[in-house]
């Protein structure tokens, strides 16, 4: 059996005959070349499993394997389970990453043997055009042990993430119980155990930012976000993260309370107000909450239906 690469990569991907030759390129074009890439076919019903194949064909580096469509955490285990390298790295079929993301993450982990978890700065990128970078000039990085950062957001980018594989396989992988967050769930694992991250300013990835309505996927997230603060404010080991966990959760369930009003405007407006008092129960401390719930409930009282409306103009702005 050939030696094993420092990197193993892994590309979930299900239904992605669109994007995913863009993807696979710009892994095969990395300056760094010791790696594997697994793709992992989730079931796809499009030319998904072909193109991948061509890669195959061309570059021993890659290969695919082919399962029944079980889910993003399901597929990445399996890869993982089959990985070699000493550093995980993540892929989604339809980001790019740039020519040196590889390279300049071994320097960091050579740089800081310490590190378990390496992660770089991103573009959101609508597939023309760079948008925006993640991290702005000035914002502190999230390095070193950023438990208490991570309890309050997911602060890494999935697709710049390069973990030490025995830190993976310690906290036991991604959880197939979680559709969305997944990642978000991993990294607050591996925080509870033991985490030291690096990473770097330079924006060496491309997370693609589809067009069009994102207000179901929005809900979605949302809902996923508590319930991975609600698991692992459970699960934690570090009693100074308890009160972190409790704020975070408090705001995050406001938060879903609020997409919850936005998705209900469009379809049941008459619903929308028992959504915003319920957000502002939750942070009482913010005292809009409680002036746009007066508005929309009693829109007789403070102006009719024009300020109802005014009311809800702000919360799509808002959400």
């Keep these: 059996m050939p030696e094993a690469p420092l990197v193993s990569v892994i590309i979930p991907a299900f239904n992605a005959a669109g994007v995913i030759t863009q993807s696979l390129a710009s892994v095969r074009d990395q300056t760094f070349?010791?790696?594997?890439?697994i793709i992992v076919d989730d079931g796809s019903t499009d030319d998904t499993a072909a193109l991948a194949r061509r890669f195959c064909a061309a570059d021993p580096r890659f290969c695919v394997l082919q399962q029944a469509h079980t889910g993003i955490p399901v597929a990445r285990n399996a890869a993982i389970a089959r990985a070699?390298?000493?550093w995980i790295a993540f892929q989604d079929a339809d980001d790019v990453w740039?020519?040196?993301?590889?390279?300049?993450?071994?320097?960091?982990?050579?740089?800081d043997p310490r590190a378990n978890l390496l992660f770089t700065n991103f573009y959101y990128w609508d597939g023309d055009r760079d948008l925006h970078a993640n991290y702005l000039a000035g914002q502190p990085l999230p390095e070193g042990d950023a438990a208490r950062e991570l309890v309050s957001a997911c602060v890494y980018g999935n697709l710049t993430?390069?973990?030490?594989?025995?830190?993976?396989?310690?906290v036991g992988g991604f959880d197939p119980a979680f559709e969305f967050a997944q990642d978000w769930d991993l990294w607050l694992r591996i925080a509870d155990q033991g985490l030291w991250a690096r990473g770097t300013y330079e924006s060496l990835?491309?997370?693609?930012?589809?067009?069009?309505?994102?207000?179901?996927?929005?809900?979605?997230?949302?809902?996923?976000?508590v319930r991975v603060l609600e698991k692992n404010s459970r699960a934690s080991q570090r009693p100074e993260l308890r009160p972190l966990y409790q704020r975070s959760l408090t705001a995050r369930r406001t938060r879903l309370e609020f997409v919850?009003?936005?998705s209900l405007i469009g379809c049941r407006p008459e619903a929308v107000p028992a959504a915003i008092w319920r957000a502002w129960r939750l942070n009482p401390r913010r005292l809009k909450w409680l002036m746009w719930t007066g508005l929309v409930a009693w829109p007789n009282l403070l102006g009719g239906r024009a300020t109802a409306g005014i009311v809800h103009r702000k919360i799509l702005r808002k959400w």
């Design 98 to 111: 740039l020519p040196q993301k590889l390279e300049r993450q071994v320097e960091l982990s050579r740089a």
């Design 33 to 37: 070349r010791d790696f594997e890439a």
């Design 161 to 170: 993430v390069m973990l030490r594989r025995e830190t993976f396989r310690r």
């Design 84 to 86: 070699r390298g000493a």
């Design 205 to 225: 990835a491309r997370y693609r930012r589809w067009p069009g309505c994102q207000t179901n996927q929005k809900l979605a997230v949302a809902e996923w976000a």
């Design 260 to 262: 919850r009003a936005r």
